[in-house]
T-cell receptor
């Protein structure tokens, strides 16, 4: 079956540090890949997505590249802010025509001033 | 445009009882999915409804059921509650038109506590 593995947190960084959160996946065919973010007390928000190999998703300074050869979709940001503190989820969708998502366990990011 | 709304936001039930959670999707969205979020298992897919029909189902026991109404609003029901059902239940809706993958918009969730 499908699965998503992401690095365990919490990841603790100082403001303006470089961020990488690793994500690898197992799926049949060619899944679409996503990063979602969850702020305290809120639901999930789509941060970025990529639908085919070598696609780069980007939003709000975050980037992730779909690497089929390494089955990875690592999240990066060059300079984090305190407001980026949240839980980040990597996810995939492999059923064309459906919206079902398979999520990783989530990585908490804590950014201090 | 109003987002996905879920009611109630918090719920406390006793083991053995049943519970019904409600989800109102974004206007015009026809697909509604439900997910369970727990610290141990993370986010797990429960089921998806589209045009009042269950289109996809996750690996949960039959105590978990759902339905969708003609206005796309959805309810999920959990019967004979167990302590392990304590979780945040998230609902997501999507438009399901245009190019795939269809973006899912999540509600704030219902926090269910079983005592």
């Amino acid at each position: 079956g499908n699965s998503v593995t992401q690095m365990e947190g919490p990841v603790t960084l100082s403001e303006e540090a470089f961020l990488t959160i690793n994500c690898t996946y197992t799926a049949t065919g060619y899944p679409s890949l996503f990063w979602y973010v969850q702020y305290p007390g809120e639901g999930l928000q789509l941060l970025l997505k990529a639908t085919k190999a070598d696609d780069k998703g980007s939003n709000k300074g975050f980037e992730a590249t779909y690497r089929k050869e390494t089955t990875s979709f690592h999240l990066e940001k060059g300079s984090v802010q305190v407001s980026d503190s949240a839980v980040y989820f990597c996810a995939l969708s492999d059923q064309k025509g459906y919206s079902t998502l398979t999520f990783g366990k989530g990585t908490m990011l804590l950014v201090s001033p | 445009k109003a987002g996905v709304t879920q009611t109630p936001r918090y719920l406390i039930k006793t083991r053995g009882q049943q519970v019904t959670l409600s989800c109102s999707p974004i206007s015009g969205h026809r697909s509604v999915s439900w997910y369970q979020q727990t610290p141990g298992q993370g986010l797990q897919f429960l089921f998806e409804y589209f045009s009042e029909t269950q289109r996809n189902k996750g690996n949960f026991p039959g105590r978990f059921s759902g339905r969708q109404f003609s206005n796309s609003r959805s309810e999920m029901n959990v019967s004979t509650l167990e302590l392990g059902d304590s979780a945040l239940y998230l609902c997501a809706s999507s438009f399901d038109r245009g190019s795939f993958p269809y973006e899912q918009y999540f509600g704030p969730g219902t926090r269910l506590t079983v005592t």
